[in-house]
């Protein structure tokens, strides 16, 4: 109780500042409206319908963009952890273009892909593979080597000692690089729907700016921070519920 009363009092204090600031004369009203204007604003994009579309579609490029790089990133990493031949052959090439950001690679994907959804989700797709692909190799490596000469003394083999030991095992750090990785979806969001969208959470802050309508600005900044919050969490709830047997073997 204690710990939530200090969150509410410190949320309360920022809502606080952030109104009397441009009231009192502190800041230039017109580039930081006060909150009430912002949530007066938010709710009328509720109400209206238009929050509702941006989000399904903005839910869309990071569902099909973090979902390709889990059907990749996954099967990589469990391939990378476990057999070091493998590791030899790929580490190279893997950590050569962890370094380049998708940013960077904006020009390469309009040119490939062009300026339609492919290329959004292409974007997204290349900066949430590496956490994915990193935590899964990382989760694999760190699995107990006596819980593995324990399965195999009890003739645990293939396709058995994966689905019985090492999956499980890494599952924890699977799902760290997963929410990771959509971390790092929502941080290009923005960067991937200026990309000739007209739509989309990412679309409406970039054009609220443009067009200076800062209310709606601030108000899809707050929607895209619930939304990221809200996946993490989402994200959180399926880790727990998948890896529930952590639980009951510590207990």
């Given at each position: 109780m204690r710990t939530l009363a200090f969150r509410l009092l410190l949320i309360f204090a920022i809502l606080a500042v952030w109104e009397a600031a441009p009231r009192l004369g502190l800041v230039n009203p017109n580039f930081l409206t006060p909150v009430s204007k912002v949530a007066a604003t938010l709710w009328f994009l509720v109400t209206s319908g238009e929050l509702e579309r941006?989000?399904?579609i903005s839910l869309q490029r990071i569902a099909?963009?973090?979902?390709?790089?889990?059907?990749?990133?996954?099967?990589?990493?469990?391939?990378?952890?476990?057999?070091?031949?493998?590791?030899?052959?790929?580490d190279g090439p893997l950590q050569f273009g962890r370094q380049i950001s998708a940013i960077a690679l904006f020009p390469v994907f309009i040119l490939l892909f062009g300026i339609g959804e492919l290329s959004k989700v292409?974007?997204?797709?290349?900066?949430?593979?590496?956490?994915?692909?990193?935590?899964?190799?990382?989760g694999v490596k760190g699995i107990d080597p006596v819980l593995l000469?324990?399965?195999?003394?009890m003739g645990a083999t293939?396709?058995?000692?994966?689905?019985?030991?090492i999956l499980p095992a890494a599952a924890?750090?699977?799902?760290?690089?997963?929410?990771?990785?959509?971390?790092?979806?929502?941080?290009?969001?923005?960067?991937?729907e200026m990309i000739g969208a007209n739509s989309g959470l990412g679309f409406l802050v970039l054009?609220?700016?443009?067009?200076?309508?800062?209310?709606d600005m601030y108000a899809a900044i707050i929607a895209l921070a619930a939304f990221g919050l809200?996946?993490?969490?989402?994200?959180?709830?399926?880790?727990?519920?998948?890896?529930?047997?952590?639980?009951?073997?510590?207990?």
């Open positions: 941006h989000i399904l099909q963009g973090l979902g390709v790089s889990i059907l990749i990133g996954v099967p990589l990493g469990l391939l990378t952890g476990w057999y070091k031949s493998f590791e030899r052959i790929t292409v974007i997204i797709f290349w900066a949430s593979v590496w956490p994915v692909l990193l935590n899964t190799t990382t000469r324990s399965a195999r003394s293939g396709l058995v000692l994966f689905r019985k030991v924890p750090s699977i799902f760290t690089g997963v929410r990771l990785g959509a971390a790092y979806a929502f941080m290009v969001l923005v960067a991937a054009y609220s700016q443009e067009v200076f309508r800062i209310p809200a996946l993490n969490k989402a994200l959180l709830a399926l880790e727990r519920s998948a890896t529930a047997w952590r639980g009951a073997a510590g207990s």
